[in-house]
């Protein structure tokens, strides 16, 4: 019981440290003092150049990952989607950087592409594990830190109603994944469009690069999590009439006391 406050994130953190902080390194931190000189520009104390500003911008979310697995000894599922995502832009911005600091000409193809994989295969996973023993929606929405599962399953079970109860969490798992299918096309062509008129071959390449992944980092945040959260109120809501209508039990018998 002791451990058990330590093992909670914190929203907000996880806000600050895996979105905010990394958008604010990129954009303010990337400049290169001697291409700012070249450009006749000032150079400050904390323009530490584009491959520093990447590197804290990608160790601070990790570092708090890991730290996050080490205090709670069992993996995060969502943890886990961030550790993924970070390592996967390590390693396109290492492959897309050219050694004369330049910028390969499909980068903003390449980066949509890798914006648009993890809510895809979000997608996929939701709608295929719909049959499984552990549906994903359960670990979303349809859970026991929400919902009295077994007083609803056992209401179920009197009533007969099995097949009509499974046929419901699997029409709301169809359209919760649709929200991430529809953020993993928004994904990739808010990438398109931050990289239109990009400059491959500018001296300060690498530097809008980082702007770009910055701008991304915190418009990607929204852009996933608009279309999530409003498709999750509507699942929710369907979720609760279809309850209702086969159990008769009304939303307070239905959901736990908060």
């Keep these: 019981m002791a451990n058990s406050k330590t093992t909670k994130e914190h929203p907000l953190a996880n806000i600050l440290i895996n979105v905010l902080i990394p958008v604010l390194v990129l954009s303010f931190l990337s ?14 104390f904390w323009h530490i150049g584009p491959l520093y500003a990447m590197i804290v911008a990608l160790v601070l979310p990790l570092g708090y990952g890991i730290r996050h697995f080490i205090q709670t000894r069992k993996p995060n599922f969502f943890s886990g989607l961030g550790l993924v995502s ?19 000409e499909n980068a903003g193809l390449l980066f949509g592409i890798k914006e648009a994989s993890i809510p895809l295969v979000l997608a996929v996973a939701i709608l295929t594990s719909a049959r499984s023993k552990a549906p994903l929606l359960n670990v979303f929405l349809y859970n026991d830190n929400i919902f009295d599962i077994p007083k609803i399953e056992q209401k179920i079970s009197e009533l007969g109603k099995g097949d009509d109860y499974q046929n419901l969490l699997i029409q709301c798992t169809r359209w919760f994944s649709g929200s991430f299918f529809l953020s993993s096309m928004l994904n990739l062509a808010l990438a398109l469009w931050f990289f239109r008129g990009f400059d491959h ?18 418009y990607g945040f929204l852009v996933i999590g608009v279309p999530i959260v409003g498709f999750l109120f509507l699942v929710l809501k369907h979720l609760l009439k279809g309850l209702n209508h086969l159990t008769g039990m009304p939303d307070e018998e239905l959901m736990l006391p908060r």
């Design 86 to 104: 970070i390592l996967l832009t390590g390693g396109l911005t290492l492959f897309l950087w050219n050694p004369d600091g330049s910028v390969k």
């Design 31 to 44: 400049k290169d003092p001697a291409i700012q000189e070249k450009l006749h520009k000032p150079a400050h």
């Design 201 to 218: 071959h500018a001296i300060n390449a690498l530097e809008t690069y980082n702007g770009i992944v910055g701008s991304l980092t915190f």
